[in-house]
């Protein structure tokens, strides 16, 4: 008796859902037909004193364009849209254009959104349409692999364009910089796309550059920068961070000699403790969150010497790979403390390398290297959305002005 009626229930339940779709299915359709009508009407009076030269209304309702189906977040709408018809010469005539629904217009805006969503998110365009299904129902045939191929070639043109954009006149106070490798399935290489992420000197942050390069070298690095710098971009920011593997700090070096540098230390702390075994990871990396965490740069200072001291004789590769950057770990301490949280880490654009890593793992790479390209271009731009300003961004001004800091306090000039 209970299995029953749990499997009645079921049905019931379904059929209730079914149902309810269909009434606001139905609802949405009358409403968009209702304002279909509606916007008619209103230009129709707004059109009534013009008169065709036998003094009859020159602009009057002609019945309904074929119907057509438009693709919404609620399901496939079936609408008849009216039709207007200018009864006067061909030079004097007006052409109605609808608002609400635009002639070609085959999806609602939500659904223009959501598919490229859909796409940057992982879904294949093979997949598209029954993703796209889950939502708004099974009658998404109007969405076709064609569409996404058609979004590719809008936003290689959106990226052709900004990566023209005009910097005259701009000015960064901070860089992040990395590189990230790309599979390419119809092609042997693995492209590195280079990425600059920059903080305004009101604190906002934005991209700099998204930009195809041949590996991580300098040789690249330099073709990004010369490109800023033809552009207009006269001066480099006041602090750049990254990795230090990064051909980047020798073209920065040549282009924007000006500008100090600071490595990552997630990068770092990775690289020193992948060179330790497991069972020492955990004390080695308590000490190596010591240097950075410190208040001052004696105590950072302090917890590199003790780190040195402890692993030099067993693991001398790991404090090799510690040491070589001695000089550019500690830079920070030079710049506001407020600022802190945001310059030991290239942490803007390693969130945006996370999502574009699982996209690209979901679809097993893009399909050429101007795919890739532009799918990055267009996740960091959506990313770019989402960066909070600096913390202290009060302080950019006197940061841009080339005031000095001490353990992250500005010192009075004499």
């Known amino acids: 008796m209970n299995e029953y009626s749990t499997s009645e229930d079921v049905m019931q339940v379904a059929m209730m859902k079914r149902t309810l779709d269909e009434l606001v299915r139905a609802g949405a359709q009358q409403m968009l037909q209702a304002a ?50 200018d009864r006067r010469a061909q030079e004097q005539r007006i052409t109605f254009s609808s608002r609400i629904l635009p002639r070609y217009m085959r999806r609602a805006p939500v659904m223009e959104e959501a598919i490229p969503y859909l796409y940057l998110k992982g879904i294949s365009t093979g997949d598209m349409a029954e993703a796209l299904a889950a939502v708004v129902g099974r009658r998404v045939a109007n969405v076709s692999p064609a569409t996404v191929a058609r979004l590719n070639r809008a936003w290689a043109t959106e990226h052709a364009a900004w990566q023209r954009r005009d910097l005259h006149g701009k000015r960064y106070t901070y860089w992040w910089v990395d590189g990230i490798y790309f599979n390419v399935r119809l092609a042997p290489e693995r492209p590195c796309i280079l990425v600059i992420a920059g903080a305004l000197p009101d604190g906002t942050k934005e991209l700099v550059a998204v930009c195809d390069g041949e590996r991580e070298s300098a040789e690249s690095w330099r073709e990004v920068m010369r490109d800023l710098r033809a552009r207009g971009l006269e001066e480099g920011p006041r602090l750049a961070i990254g990795d230090g593997a990064l051909g980047f700090w020798k073209a920065m070096e040549e282009l924007f000699p ?30 190596l969150h010591d240097m950075y965490l410190s208040p001052t740069r004696d105590k950072a200072e302090q917890a590199y010497k003790q780190f040195v001291a402890a692993y030099q004789a067993k693991y001398p590769k790991a404090v090799a790979c510690l040491t070589k950057d001695h000089d550019v770990l500690f830079t920070f301490y030079d710049f506001p403390a407020e600022h802190w949280s945001h310059l030991r880490t290239t942490n803007p654009i390693e969130s945006l390398f996370a999502t574009i890593r699982h996209r690209t793992r979901q679809t097993k790479g893009c399909g050429s290297r101007q795919a890739t390209i532009t799918m990055v271009f267009k996740l960091a731009t959506d990313a770019e959305k989402h960066w909070r300003r600096l913390n202290g961004s009060a302080l950019l001004p006197r940061v841009m002005r080339g005031e000095r800091c001490v353990d992250g306090v500005f010192v009075e000039a004499a």
Request: charge should be positive.
């Open 36 to 85: 279909l009508q509606a916007e008619v009407q209103t230009f129709l009076h707004r059109m009534r004193r013009l008169t065709t030269a036998n003094g009859t209304r020159a602009v009057v309702a002609n019945g309904y364009l074929p119907e057509r189906e438009l693709l919404t977040g609620v399901g496939t709408l079936r609408v008849r849209q009216p039709r207007v018809r």
């Open 258 to 287: 000006g500008t100090a540098a600071q490595r990552c230390w997630v990068h770092k702390t990775a690289n020193v403790l992948d060179k330790l075994p497991t069972s020492v990871q955990p004390p080695a990396k308590r000490m």
